[in-house]
């Protein structure tokens, strides 16, 4: 089972665009459903998190939204108010009980301009 990851693109800073992020498959025991971002230069960050709760990290809380279809395995982060330091490669994330535990999606560019 794979992670396509789509929906970004180049957006006008105070624009918004939403994420998806949808499993080629069924994949059982799902427990966290996540985003994370690679800008360039810098090391991957946690974005967003969607366990038992839902966690943000502080560059984008109030702007960003995380939520998912469970039964669709498919997690989406809407993002509004973009800005130029949002520019990234967002990954999608998925841990399970289930092998492989950590699955990670292919990457999708997402590109604020000033």
């Known amino acids: 089972v794979q992670l396509q990851a789509s929906g970004g693109g180049l957006v006008q800073a105070g624009g918004s665009l939403r994420l998806s992020c949808a499993a080629s498959g069924t994949i059982s025991g799902i427990k966290v459903m996540e985003w994370y971002r690679q800008a360039p230069g810098k090391e991957r960050e946690l974005v967003a998190s969607s366990g038992g709760r839902t966690n943000y990290a502080d560059a984008v809380r109030g702007r960003f939204t995380i939520s998912r279809d469970n039964a669709k395995n498919t997690v989406y982060l809407q993002m509004n108010n973009l800005k130029p330091e949002d520019t990234a490669v967002y990954y999608c994330?998925?841990?399970?009980?289930?092998?492989?535990?950590?699955?990670w999606g292919q990457g999708t560019q997402v590109t604020v301009s000033s």
């Open positions: 994330h998925v841990v399970s009980t289930t092998l492989p535990f950590y699955r």
